[in-house]
């Protein structure tokens, strides 16, 4: 179940960074964000990109060495909530279609929920 959990987690990470790197444009265009400058693919490739990636690989890191893998586990689900509770505040904003807001705010709290339970 914990392998299960984490390589789950370290999937998700993985296809987000795998995705920022190839098409930066069409990563974020659910959420109405256009890139029209190599700086702004830039900075889409280094925050989703190279951080998913490496918390993919750090998650990994959590499966072959158990002294580290409740600090991780933990850190990670305290940013996947992070993630979440950004979402959440931004309904100040006004409504938002279930898609992208909603549905990245479950996949977000199930994993910080899912991880938080096996750290």
Do not use: Q
């Not at 999937?11 to 190839?22: E, K, N, S, V």
């Not at 959420?31 to 702004?40: E, H, I, Q, R």
């Not at 409740?70 to 931004?90: C, H, N």
């Not at 992208?100 to 479950?106: A, E, K, R, S």
């Amino acid at each position: 179940m914990v392998a299960a959990v984490i390589v789950s987690a370290a999937m998700f990470f993985a296809g987000m960074g795998i995705y920022a790197f190839a098409a930066p444009g069409r990563l974020v265009a659910p959420f109405g964000v256009t890139l029209g400058s190599a700086t702004a693919r830039s900075e889409v490739r280094a925050v989703y990109g190279g951080f998913g990636l490496a918390v993919a690989v750090v998650l990994l890191l959590a499966l072959a060495d158990p002294t580290l893998r409740r600090g991780i586990v933990v850190t990670v689900a305290a940013a996947l909530a992070g993630m979440a509770s950004g979402r959440l505040m931004s309904a100040v904003d006004g409504r938002t279609p279930f898609y992208p807001n909603w549905f990245y705010f479950l996949v977000e709290t199930a994993a910080a929920a899912a991880l938080f339970a096996v750290a």
